[in-house]
């Protein structure tokens, strides 16, 4: 059965810093990796979508990555703001046909930008 | 990209009592999934919503309270039923782009049964 986790679980950096969170999974067949954002009383935004086959994706001040032979993603924003505070679930979809589109969730790691 | 709506957005309800959500795509799907955020935790996976046919539920989440309707390409509604103060948790659709790749989700329903 697939574990995800997500380390560490909350998060509090000056704005400016750099963040990274990790993710790690136990199953290593999986057939994507997305990183979600969510804030109060919001749904999720998608952020990243890696595919099994790539090594990182990056968009704007954030950049994903995904070794799959360890199983685990980072996703790095650089130079935080206060905007950026929210919480970061990693989430994985398994390379299975019944497992199609079925997301598994990490708990999420919580982050405040102070500013 | 999608663009989902739910209603209602938050209910607070009695024991014993039953709430049904519905969930709106602004364009045809394929899948549609239900996910449950309880108070604390992670989101959970309830069920596929299949159009035209019965849903598809997870290990841990059954039928008979949680009866899902999925109409046309579009729509989709789910029903906690008989609810206890467990079931208070945030219900959320979600739909997946072409491929199942990226996937969108709604604003989520926020449920408080007292």
């Known amino acids: 059965k697939q574990e995800v986790t997500q380390i560490p679980a909350a998060l509090s950096v000056p704005e400016g810093e750099n963040l990274v969170l990790n993710c790690s999974f136990t199953?290593?067949?999986?057939?994507?990796l997305q990183w979600f954002r969510q804030d109060p009383g919001k749904g999720l935004t998608s952020l990243l979508l890696?595919?099994?086959?790539?090594r990182e994706q990056t968009s704007g001040r954030l950049n994903a990555s995904l070794d799959k032979s360890s199983g685990r993603s980072t996703l790095y924003i650089a130079a935080s703001q206060p905007g950026d505070s929210a919480t970061y679930l990693c989430?994985?979809?398994?390379?299975?046909?019944?497992?199609?589109?079925?997301?598994?969730f990490g708990a999420g790691t919580q982050v405040v930008v102070t500013p | 990209s999608a663009v989902i709506s739910q209603k209602p957005s938050r209910d607070i309800c009695q024991r014993g009592t039953s709430l049904t959500i519905q969930c709106q795509v602004d364009?045809?799907?394929?899948?549609m999934f239900w996910y449950r955020q309880q108070p604390g935790q992670s989101l959970t996976l309830i069920a596929t919503?299949?159009?035209?046919?019965?849903?598809?539920?997870e290990s841990g989440f059954v039928i008979d309270k949680f009866p899902i309707s999925r109409p046309n390409l579009t729509f989709s509604t789910l029903t906690v039923s008989n609810m206890s103060p467990e079931d208070s948790s945030i219900y959320l659709c979600?739909?997946?782009?072409?491929?199942?790749?990226?996937?969108?989700f709604g604003p989520g329903t926020r449920l408080t049964v007292l």
């Open positions: 979600s739909v997946e782009s072409r491929g199942a790749m990226l996937q969108y």
């Open positions: 199953d290593s067949a999986i057939y994507n």
């Open positions: 890696i595919q099994s086959s790539q």
């Open positions: 989430a994985v979809i398994q390379g299975l046909a019944d497992s199609w589109g079925k997301l598994q």
């Open positions: 364009s045809q799907v394929t899948m």
């Open positions: 919503a299949n159009q035209g046919s019965e849903a598809t539920y």
